[in-house]
C-alpha cells in the first residue's frame, strides 16, 4: 500500500499535494494496490472527499486541536503511526518546508530508506530505484532503496496531476498524541498574504540586485500582479532586506520549477541557478551581454531593466485587457 502525507494549509490542499496523491496513485495502480492519503489538521470532509478525484482509495483525517499548527515531531509521529497501522510500503511525500521535515523522522520511526528531491517513478525492474536531482540540480543519481519500506520525497512541479475519478472512503484516526510529542512549538507564525505563494506559482518574476533598490521593486510586483505571477529575488536582494527572505531562491533559498521564471537584473551564478535551472522555460533581462544567466535562458534580453521593463509592463497589460 502507497501511503501519501496530504499538505493543507488553512484547510485546502497545495497543489504539491495533489501532484503526491497522483504520482502515489499511479504508482498503486500499475503495482495493483490501495493509495491511502493521511491528511493531518483541519480540511473539511468534501476537501478529502475530492482527493479522490486524483486517484486516493482512503483518506484517513487525523485530526486534533493540538495539530492545528504544523509540528514536525508530532505530525510524523501522527504520520507514522498510520503508516504502520494500514502497512505502508511506500510513503510519498513531497519535498517542500513541511515534507522534509517530518520525511526524515517518519523513515527513522519506520526503519525505512528515504530517497528525497525525487523526479521518477520508481524502476521495479531490477530492485526499487528512483531518480534524484544532486549537487544543487547539476547532476542525478539513481538510489536503490533495499529496505521492506521505502520513504519518497517527490519535487514539486516535477509530477502532473491526473484525474482517476474514484471515490475515496474517509477514516479518521486519534495517533494517541500527548504534550510529550511537542518538544518545540511555534510561537508566532507571519505569512506573507494576498499573494501567490512561489512554491505554488506557475509564472514567477524575479529579481536581482542589478534593480538597484528596495524603492524599485514597484514594478516588478505590479508585472508580477498583471501576470499573475509570484514574486522572487536572489539571495543578495534578501541579505540586505529590500525584499523578505521568503523569496530568496537559489541553492540556500527555495527551489522552484515554474513554467516561466522572468530573471530580471540577476547575474545568474550558479547558486542562484541551482535553485531555478529546472524552470521550463527561463527568461533572463540583463544589461551585461556576457552575464551567464543567458547561457541558462531560453529567452534573453540585452537590456537595461529600467529602460525595457516599462515596455514589457504595457505589453503585458495590453495582452491582458485583449484577453
Ligand atoms: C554558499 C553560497 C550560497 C549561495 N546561495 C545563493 C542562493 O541561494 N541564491 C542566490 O541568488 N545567490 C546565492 N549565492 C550568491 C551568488 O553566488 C551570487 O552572489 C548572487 O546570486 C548574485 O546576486 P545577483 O545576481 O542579484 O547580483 P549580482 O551578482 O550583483 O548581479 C547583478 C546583475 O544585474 C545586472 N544589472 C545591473 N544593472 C542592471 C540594469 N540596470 N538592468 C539589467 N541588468 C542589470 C548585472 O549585469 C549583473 O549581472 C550564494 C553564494 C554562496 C557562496
Redo the contacts with the bound molecule.
Sequence with gaps: MILVYAESIDGNFKKSTLEAVSYAAGIAQSNGTQCVVVSIGHVDDAKLAELGNYGADKVVAVNSSKLAVFNAEAYAKAFASVAAAEGATVVVVSNTYSGKAIAGRVAAKLKAGIASGVISVPNTSNGFVVRKSVFSGKAFADVNLTTAIKVLAITPNTFDTHTFGKTANLTTADCGLSDADFISSSVEISRVTGKIPLTEAELVVSA???MKGPEHWGIIEELAQVLGAATAC????SDMHWRPHSE??????ITIKPNLYIA??????I??L??VSSSKVIVA????PE?PFFKAADYGIV????DVLPRILDAAKKLKAAN
Design positions: 536581482g540586485r542589478g536572489s539571495k543578495p536582494v530568496h531562491v537559489g541553492q540556500t533559498g530580471i537584473g540577476i547575474s545568474g551564478a547558486q542562484h541551482a535553485g533581462i540583463n544589461k551585461d552575464a537590456a537595461d531593466a529600467f
